[in-house]
């Protein structure tokens, strides 16, 4: 991932941009359980339609452009750069065709822009390697935890038919972050992975 050479207004810009669903970097991937004394689950991101999810993210890039244009704190090619880093974020949203997959690639675009801001601030190099690693490895621990308790659902006589292709969705993914991709396609790959887990567990609960 390469690394950026805008100033603190254009981080903040992109961050902005990309917290885009609100609550949905802490209730997409939580287990079903409470933070902090808070509900963090059923993800709130599940009683609202793909349609809505894409108009509030568009609303937020547009924003964000907007500011990013009118500001006088950044040079031209400042500002190039980081509007197309909302570009490539803005192809990323369009191409999903799954809910899971437009929250996954939010939660995931949104993280890296901190990981790199945190770096930036600091004077550090991020190793997008590990982190994928660390995430990777959490992942595909939920995923064997999950489909532990759908195989329990099962033998009680559930019908599990619906959840079943979404822990199939959640391992493909799972096993294109394992591949040899761009950090960002790695990254939003546990992600996307993580947010179909937690749609499996939502629906598990309502059986």
């Known amino acids: 991932m390469k690394r950026r050479t805008v100033v603190l207004t254009a981080f903040i810009a992109v961050v902005?941009?990309?917290?885009?669903?609100?609550a949905l970097a802490q209730d997409a991937n939580q287990a079903p359980e409470r933070a902090r004394g808070e509900r963090t689950f059923p993800p709130?991101?599940?009683?609202?339609?793909i349609e809505e999810l894409r108009e509030r993210i568009a609303e937020r890039i547009a924003s964000a452009e907007e500011r990013i244009a009118a500001t006088d704190r950044l040079t031209d090619e400042e500002k190039a750069e980081a509007l197309e880093d909302l570009a490539d974020a803005s192809a990323a949203f369009a191409a999903a065709e799954e809910k899971a997959e437009l929250v996954g690639i939010a939660i995931s675009r949104r993280q890296l822009t901190r990981l790199e801001f945190r770096a930036e601030r600091r004077g550090e190099t991020v190793d997008?390697?590990?982190h994928i690693a660390g995430d990777l490895d959490r992942a595909n621990r939920r995923l064997e935890h999950t489909a532990k308790?759908?195989?329990w659902a099962d033998a009680a006589g559930e019908d599990v038919a619906e959840v079943l292709p979404m822990l199939e969705n959640a391992a493909a993914q799972l096993e294109a972050a394992e591949g040899g991709g761009t950090v960002e396609a790695r990254h939003d790959a546990v992600h996307i992975?993580?947010?179909w887990m937690a749609q499996a567990g939502v629906t598990l609960m309502g059986m």
């Open 44 to 49: 709130a991101w599940m009683e609202e339609s």
């Open 128 to 130: 997008y390697d590990a």
């Open 193 to 195: 992975a993580l947010a």
């Open 16 to 22: 902005l941009a990309l917290g885009v669903l609100p």
């Open 149 to 151: 308790v759908v195989d």
